[in-house]
């Protein structure tokens, strides 16, 4: 089953934690990016419902100016109904494990990106789990080699050691800070673990070739995460739901409230941030330019290509960033600067990139989320990838870089 569930704060909780943002009375269709999806035939299933395909789409177009870049923003549907933003929201814990190592740093601690890291199971104090076979340059637990494991396939058990090391109250309160107000991680990707087990955190040690280890000491988060702007029947989904202890059936929808969440916007925002730094109004992540040329890498290279860790048996890395294969039926792959982290889970499936056509510098950031189960079944694997939500991502992909890094439209 696609389940992806896992103390000290100098704020208050009252002034860390932000408000729930009311809803939008009604969705923003922008006609420029709606006639894109009507004229190819593609999207006419999507469109003809798309409150059903839960279909939302932001893509901010950035073109090259005489007076420096042009920026307009499309908005399709953004945030008008729940999503789920399954592993597109790794990249947050990416953020907070490379501040934390630069706050270290700062603090004049001897670690960085090549630090070996050990955990501890829960409740003990001896950290045994240290080793990774995946490392060809030491076989160690590394924030590095997590994060390029994490962007490149997608690993969940990178995003747990990433979540485990910057802490469940740090890591929600360090994105609030950072702008990123809808965030809400409240659970490890995979397993069955209740609400306390999530919150809990192990100890863990940085371990530096030169002095001593840096020591994070369990961790039990007390910090309640505001509600969800959704009302409860919003975040109830389906009919029915295969019970992740039992793996029987359960006849009621399934409730989303408990699970990880960030807004469209938000995620959009992150991809900005991360990639165009540059431009007016996007969010300072703080990084140092050695992390963001090291996380751009990680969201950037084909994991097939990859050197350190090696997929030898992949055939096709490009297929974890959706939206390429449509875009490579209008540009060659040489051009494409393609900069993302797509998620998949419960029927929903979303892409967040940044796309360059390096030879002329137009450019864009699209968002992109549909939700596809016919059968109304969380849990059962028997989702409508194939059939829906993955072609409509490739031809998002085709249709706006056709329009956009091809014919300069869309601003």
């Given amino acids: ?96 494990a490379l501040r934390t190592l630069a ?102 040690e940085l371990r530096p070739a030169k002095g001593k280890a840096v020591v994070i000491p369990e961790r039990v988060s007390d910090l309640e995460l505001p509600p969800l702007p959704f009302t409860p029947d919003q975040l109830l989904l389906g009919v029915a739901y295969i019970d992740d202890e039992t793996h029987s059936r359960v006849d009621e929808p399934l409730g989303f409230a408990p699970k990880n969440y960030v807004s469209i916007r938000d995620l959009h925002r992150l991809a900005l941030a991360i990639a165009r730094p540059d431009l007016p109004g996007v969010p300072d992540l703080g990084l140092t330019p050695a992390h963001r040329k090291h996380l751009l890498a990680s969201m950037t290279d084909n994991p097939a290509e990859s050197s350190n860790p090696v997929y030898a048996d992949m055939d096709n ?15 060659p792959i040489t051009r494409l600067r393609y900069v993302g982290k797509a998620g998949r889970a419960y029927g929903f499936h979303l892409d967040n990139a940044y796309i360059e056509d390096t030879k002329t510098k137009r450019a864009m950031v699209v968002t992109a989320v549909a939700y596809a189960n016919a059968n109304g079944v969380l849990n059962d694997n028997a989702y409508e990838y194939d059939g829906i939500t993955r072609p409509f991502l490739r031809n998002l992909g085709q249709v706006l870089a056709r329009a956009v890094l091809v014919e300069g439209e869309g601003t």
């Fill in 1 to 96: 089953p696609q389940t992806e569930p896992a103390a000290d704060g100098a704020e208050s909780q009252a002034e860390a934690t932000p408000e729930p943002e009311p809803q939008a009375a009604a969705p923003v269709e922008d006609p420029w990016l709606r006639g894109l999806m009507a004229e190819h035939k593609g999207f006419r299933k999507v469109l003809a419902d798309p409150e059903r395909y839960r279909m939302q789409v932001l893509v901010t177009v950035i073109m090259p100016g005489e007076d420096g870049p042009v920026v307009v923003e499309h908005p399709y549907r953004v945030d008008a109904e729940y999503i789920y933003p399954a592993s597109a929201i790794k990249t947050f814990a990416a953020v907070g």
């Fill in 103 to 204: 706050q270290l740093a700062d603090e004049g601690q001897r670690v960085g990106l090549d630090t070996p890291l050990a955990y501890c199971e829960t409740g003990r104090e001896r950290c045994t789990i240290d080793h990774d076979e995946s490392n060809l340059e030491g076989g160690t637990i590394t924030v590095g080699h997590e994060i390029r494991k994490m962007q490149l396939v997608s690993n969940n058990v990178s995003f747990n050691r990433l979540y485990e090391l910057v802490g469940h109250r740090e890591l929600n309160e360090m994105m609030w800070a950072l702008g990123f107000e809808s965030v809400r991680i409240q659970h490890r990707m995979y397993g069955v673990q209740d609400p306390l087990a999530q919150r809990t955190t192990p100890r863990v």
């Fill in 317 to 331: 890395g490009l297929r974890y960033k959706t939206m390429i294969g449509g875009m490579l039926e209008e540009l």
